[in-house]
């Protein structure tokens, strides 16, 4: 394993490296993380709370693909990208960004080693001091155009230069990258020049560039910036060609959606793909058609079923199946709900299957809702309102439920606790009363005050709460609660 530092001593990547020999092991910035690996999947045993976006998982609460979850404080903090990070309070901070961060976010922390010839050098130094940067253009650094690539100041001019170039600038920067293409596309500054053309070259281009990827579509995707090259790919080339490159992932899906990089790829192959056949039978209007069309990744989809629960507990499996149901053409989306569906119980409070239920949750069916919600009751609102991230769950319930869901949430809380039960905390007392002194399950409650629809439990909910407001301020977690009350 080797680890890259940048200029302030800060580990910018790792790879994952084999640990005597059998169970894998990842090296995620100073901390150790070790991997067991049952049945093809690698399930990570750690302390560690990632920052969203990109580490472990997806979005706001869910894992996404690389862009930025949130890290909540202590108390309810968020788990990125697919998963959240309870802890202090509920205020969002910084999340550790991955592996496909923002762009620039490599070149920024990455060691500037500048890799420019004498004349180059002098080139763009010119270009840098010029009052106006449109008065240069590719044809001015043609030789050099390598060089530049591989520095972060020149390629930076390149890139901008081909948002705006006209076709002899764009062929004059194939002409020189096309031959120093395998360099480029996994260096930290010159993979984005590559990506530029993807984006703004013309058909002919894009036909060239793609055979530079027939055959290195897994081990481009394995690489930290070679796989934002193939993402750039499955957003710029068309269908068809597509298809033929989505070829190379047979009998590789689950090891790329278990590698940091690989992931991001296999997401976006699914995003990608769904969507062009969505929009093809919108166009055409012929019926079935993007179950036809999305039948070309059923492959990936069979192998994310045949692991679901296991992928699902994975930190970046997590992401795949979120994408799989935000994306996914009915049938598929349908297959994948019934395979989670058998799992409910055991993903609830995982610290990554949780955010697959929540996911289950938005884009589910009304049974899928109707299942998480007897597991909610059955297994005791107060006891998983209090639980890290089933407290998350419930929330989601209330938030996307319809009606009947949320009053039924609302009667559970409105229960006074009995005595003989394990905990005699709070016998005589209501639920409610004790979720609102709670870390986690006070949010809950805050989400039931904005939520509920108005009716009887809605009242009944209210009534309790301002019979007890004295008491409720004596509770640091109630106080948000005490504030909602004057509102309502």
């Known amino acids: 394993a080797y680890v890259q530092y940048g200029g302030d001593g800060i580990p910018v990547h790792t790879q994952p490296t084999v640990v005597g020999g059998a169970p894998q092991a990842f090296v995620l910035g100073t901390q150790h993380i070790s991997v067991s690996n049952p049945n093809g999947l690698a ?32 108390d309810r903090g968020q788990r990125n990208g697919g998963a959240d990070v309870r802890g202090g309070s509920r205020g969002r901070g910084g999340g550790l960004s991955s592996p496909r961060g923002k762009r620039g976010d490599a070149a920024k922390n990455a060691t500037a080693v500048s890799k420019l010839g004498p004349v180059a050098a002098n080139l763009l130094n010119e270009i840098r001091s010029a009052k106006s940067r449109n008065q240069w253009t590719i044809h001015d650094i043609q030789g050099h155009i390598v060089e530049f ?9 390149i890139q901008q230069r081909l948002e705006v170039a006209n076709a002899n600038e ?78 190379e992932f047979h009998q590789h899906v689950l090891s790329c959606i278990q590698d940091q990089n690989g992931n991001h790829v296999m997401q976006k192959c699914i995003e990608v793909m769904s969507v062009k056949a969505k929009e ?57 709900l019934d ?36 597991i909610i009751v059955e297994n005791d609102l107060l006891k998983l309102s209090r639980q890290k991230f089933a407290s998350n769950v419930v929330e989601k319930l209330l938030k996307y439920g319809n009606s009947a869901q949320r009053n039924a949430i609302v ?71 005490v504030a909602k009350l004057g509102t309502k």
Do not use: W
């Open 411 to 481: 009667r559970e809380m409105l229960k006074v606790v009995g005595e003989g039960g394990a905990s005699q905390e709070g016998v005589g007392s209501s639920v409610l009363l004790l979720m609102v002194r709670d870390a986690y399950a006070n949010y809950v409650v805050q989400t039931a005050i904005d939520v509920v629809p108005e009716g009887n439990e809605k009242q009944m909910l209210l009534e309790e709460l301002r019979e007890n407001e004295v008491q409720l301020r004596n509770y640091t977690f109630a106080k948000h609660i």
């Open 339 to 374: 395979e989670i569906r058998l799992c409910h119980k055991t993903l609830l409070d995982d610290q990554y299957g949780n955010y697959v239920i929540q996911h289950v949750l938005q884009y589910g069916r009304e049974s899928d809702r109707n299942s998480l919600l007897e």
């Open 149 to 157: 690539c591989l520095d972060q100041n020149g390629s930076r001019f």
């Open 170 to 247: 764009k062929n004059a920067v194939m002409g020189e990258v096309i031959p120093a293409i395998k360099d480029l596309q996994n260096d930290v500054f010159g993979n984005y020049v590559v990506q530029k053309l993807f984006e703004f070259g013309t058909d002919e281009m894009k036909a060239g560039l793609k055979g530079t990827l027939k055959g290195n579509m897994l081990s481009l995707s394995l690489q930290m910036y070679g796989c934002r090259v193939v993402q750039k790919a499955l957003e710029s080339l068309d269908y068809e060609d597509l298809c033929e490159l989505l070829n």
């Open 43 to 74: 399930h990570i045993n750690t302390g560690m709370h990632y920052g969203a976006g990109s580490t472990p998982p997806g979005t706001s609460r869910t894992p996404s693909m690389g862009g930025g979850g949130n890290l909540k404080s202590p």
């Open 280 to 336: 093809a039978e919108a166009q055409t209007g012929q019926v079935g058609l993007s179950g036809t069309l999305a039948n070309r990744i059923q492959f990936i989809v069979d192998d994310v079923l045949a692991n679901v629960e296991g992928l699902c507990c994975h930190p970046y499996g997590c992401r795949v199946l979120q994408r799989m149901l935000e994306h996914c053409v009915e049938f598929q989306k349908i297959s994948t």
